[in-house]
């Protein structure tokens, strides 16, 4: 700027300070879109893949040594013009309980997976950019589809063996 070097250092401090600020916040906000814009292309290929990764391991639940569980998964789209799918989970233990259910909600080109358990809403799965990838950011952190999955159906096995809630 003109006349910046007639001025007081402090205050030529003062402003590259107020400068930099500016410049980083600009950063940061061209950081959140391009995240935004990222989560909202790839965040259908997430839940493809979280709910292949569900159905693979509640299918599996039969195969789990020293206990007597079921689990199923199924996927309800709302239509032919709906953006919004549903991931139905069920673990059921082979002796006289009740099956404990989950729902995963997504909207296509969401932020975040809604879910229940037992038809109650729990804490959001929100997507998150990470490098080239999206996670999906869980109680222990983010995780990839597979594990994040994993982690699910693990939590609903605990559930329906104690018959507590998550």
């Known amino acids: ?9 402090w205050i030529q401090q003062r402003n590259f300070q ?19 814009h990222f989560v909202s ?3 259908p290929e997430f839940w493809a893949q ?6 693979r391991n509640t299918r599996a639940l039969e195969h789990l040594k020293g206990e007597s ?9 709302g239509g032919e013009n709906s953006k919004r799918q549903t991931c ?3 673990v059921i ?16 080109g969401a932020f975040e997976i809604i879910r229940f358990y037992a038809h109650n809403e729990s ?4 997507l998150l950019r990470e490098t080239e990838v999206i996670l999906g950011d869980e109680a222990s952190g983010p995780l990839t589809a597979e594990k994040l999955a994993e982690r699910l159906v693990q939590d609903m096995v605990k559930v329906a063996k104690s018959n507590v809630s998550i």
């Open 50 to 55: 979280l709910t292949d990764a569900i159905h």
């Open 41 to 43: 292309k790839h965040g």
């Open 93 to 108: 233990p082979t002796r006289p309980n009740e099956p404990f259910v989950m729902d995963l909600i997504y909207t296509m």
């Open 123 to 126: 804490r959001p799965i929100r």
């Open 1 to 9: 700027m003109a006349g910046q070097e007639n001025l007081p250092d």
């Open 88 to 90: 139905h989970v069920q």
């Open 18 to 36: 107020h400068d930099e600020a500016e410049r980083r916040k600009a950063e940061k906000l061209q950081r959140n879109q391009d995240d935004a």
């Open 69 to 77: 569980l079921k689990g199923s998964s199924s996927l309800e789209t």
